[in-house]
């Protein structure tokens, strides 16, 4: 692969969000922190950014936030004490999130929307491209798709966007994208984006989901990007803006991921996130689906 443009090196991960829909769980537990299986999801979202070789990792936090950096750090008394029970298992899961990525933490004091979250990622980020990666979109390791857009932003510069195929009755749930075909498959140029729009006004059913490549650019758009839906700065507004015009910051190009998503955002999809995540774990697995086929065909 020929490397054409900066490398990319620093994730953001907003985490400011107050999960209203996870309450009463939510009141004194970040939703990130919700287990998925064993894990909080917000791990799952540090390994893969990791993974896509991006181990300086900046998290966008509020108030009410502080587990998420416990989270992250060491916890001497707790590894002592597994020391001392030679509980070997136990104490690398441990350390595994303390030696994951150097972590960087900084408030969003008013909570004005996504884009205004990643602008709060400026002074860390500097001039530099960068990946964004919401903490309710979970990507399965087996389909690496946040490295596929650093790939792409290697050959194209500008900004890389995940999109996805929904139905076109779901579309309002989204940032939706116009897009234009390229020679590559499930790369497209994107030309438009639209946030939540009706279905009947929607350019399309490719739909934003939770990862970024952005241009540094983004900063100065979002600084003159007045409140949209919602009253909140949007950072799909942004992105119409670069999309609009490759001058600004290069081109947008999405790719259409059709791997495996698991969306913790929704009640539903996260107790189906669970349910299929524990289904491939080795050690869980087997038993969970005989229990699982047993609990469906007997008690259901």
Not at 66 to 78: A, I, S, V, W
Request: charged share 30%; proline share 6%.
């Amino acid at each position: 692969m020929t490397m054409l443009h900066p490398v990319i090196k620093k994730a953001v991960i907003p985490a400011a969000g107050l999960g209203t829909r996870f309450l009463p769980a939510t009141k004194a537990t970040p939703k990130e922190m919700l287990p998925v299986v064993d894990k909080p999801a917000i791990q799952y979202v540090v390994e893969e950014a990791v993974a896509a070789g991006l181990d300086d990792v900046l998290m966008i936090t509020g108030r009410n936030k502080r587990p998420l950096e416990d989270h992250f750090d060491r916890n001497y008394e707790l590894e002592s004490a597994l020391i001392a029970k030679g509980d070997d298992d136990r104490l690398k899961k441990v350390q595994e999130s303390s030696d994951l990525a150097t972590m960087h933490y900084v408030r969003q004091g008013d909570p004005r929307g996504l884009g205004h979250a990643v602008l709060c990622a400026e002074p860390h980020v500097g001039r530099e491209p960068f990946a964004v990666l919401l903490g309710d979109d979970l990507i399965d390791p087996r389909d690496p798709l946040l490295r596929q857009m650093t790939e792409i932003h290697a050959r194209t510069g500008g900004t890389v966007i995940a999109l996805m195929e929904v139905d076109p009755a779901s579309v309002h749930l989204y940032g939706c994208a116009a897009v234009e075909a390229t020679d590559e498959r499930d790369v497209v140029r994107v030309t438009g984006l639209v946030e939540k729009p009706d279905a009947a006004d929607a350019p399309s059913n490719y739909a934003v989901i939770g990862r970024y490549v952005l241009n540094p650019a983004i900063f100065d758009i979002l600084r003159e990007t007045a409140p949209g839906r919602g009253g909140e700065i949007q950072l799909t507004d942004a992105l119409q803006k670069l999309a609009a015009d490759e001058t600004v910051g290069g081109p947008v190009h999405g790719v259409v991921f059709r791997g495996r998503r698991y969306d913790t955002g929704d009640r539903g999809d996260y107790l189906r996130a669970i349910v299929r995540l524990a289904c491939e774990r080795e050690d869980l697995g087997p038993e969970f689906r005989t229990w699982l086929r047993r609990y469906v065909t007997e008690e259901m």
